[in-house]
């Protein structure tokens, strides 16, 4: 007999809106956006630039909150949880990838990647070191441990940066622009290590883009228009 286990999304929209200003300066930068994401899910979202990519992944971080409507993390509402709250929500259960790296420039391969973990406090220094070495070599720089951040290639450093997100196992990884500071044939190999990440660890990650290589290549495909969601497939 086989059970069917229905898991819960991982991320919950439900009919979000974002105003900032207001009177002649208000701007409606989301409106009544519903989305379920669900685990193990590869997700580009795609938009014009203003459309509102990245005040959505704001707001599905807990880094901001909406005018209006619901975000559960796990069927967890984050409307009304603190500051507090939301940040170890985020130090534990989500990774962070940026278009510029936001690497620690003093500070080594090996340390971008480990501080941040023994930081969170959430594992012990032993099994920290272990983490940051086995994710510094499946994302191919294991000869690369010593390097400082200007020691390395725009490539380089964004996969230390991948490393990072995801040595303590997030259950969510949100990429804004991954890609959008590389050439293309780098953009091409960074696009290849997170899906094969996605295939083989079953990381769920969100990716905003602009890159149609990122679009053509993800399972899903979500793009919002003036903070209207007008694509989901
Ligand atoms: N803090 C803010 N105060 C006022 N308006 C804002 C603020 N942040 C964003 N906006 C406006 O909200 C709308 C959506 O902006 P957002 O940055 O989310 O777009 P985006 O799709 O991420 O753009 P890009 O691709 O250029 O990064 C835009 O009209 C923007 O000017």
Redesign the pocket.
């Known amino acids: 007999m086989s059970v069917i286990i229905n898991e819960l999304p991982v991320i919950s929209l439900n009919n979000i809106c974002?105003c900032?200003?207001a009177g002649d300066?208000k701007?409606?930068?989301?409106n009544n956006i519903s989305l379920e994401i669900d685990k193990g899910e590869f997700l580009a979202l795609c938009?014009?630039?203003?459309?509102?990519?990245?005040?959505?992944?704001?707001i599905l971080s807990g880094i901001d909150k909406p005018t209006s409507g619901s975000v559960l993390f796990s069927n967890k509402l984050l409307n009304n949880l603190s500051e507090e709250q939301l940040s170890a929500i985020r130090g534990k259960h989500l990774g962070f990838i940026f278009q510029f790296f936001n690497l620690i420039p003093v500070l080594n391969v090996f340390d971008n990647v480990y501080f941040p973990l023994v930081l969170n406090g959430y594992i012990d220094k032993n099994e920290a070191k272990a983490r940051a070495l086995h994710f510094i070599d499946s994302v191919g720089l294991a000869a690369f441990t010593r390097r400082k951040p200007t020691e390395l290639s725009g490539g380089q450093q964004q996969r230390v940066a991948i490393a990072r997100a995801l040595a303590h196992n997030p259950q969510l990884v949100i990429a804004?622009?991954p890609t959008g500071n590389l050439d293309l044939g780098t953009g091409e190999a960074i696009l290849d290590l997170l899906l094969k990440i996605n295939q083989e660890i079953g990381t769920t990650f969100i990716i905003?883009t602009?890159s149609s290589q990122l679009k053509a290549r993800a399972q899903r495909v979500v793009e919002?228009k003036d903070?209207v969601l007008v694509h989901d497939a």
Do not use: C, F, Q, R
Request: aromatic fraction near 4%.
């Open positions: 974002k900032y200003g300066s701007v409606d930068a989301l938009g014009p630039s203003g459309s509102g990519k990245s005040t959505l992944l704001n804004d622009e905003s602009h919002i903070g």
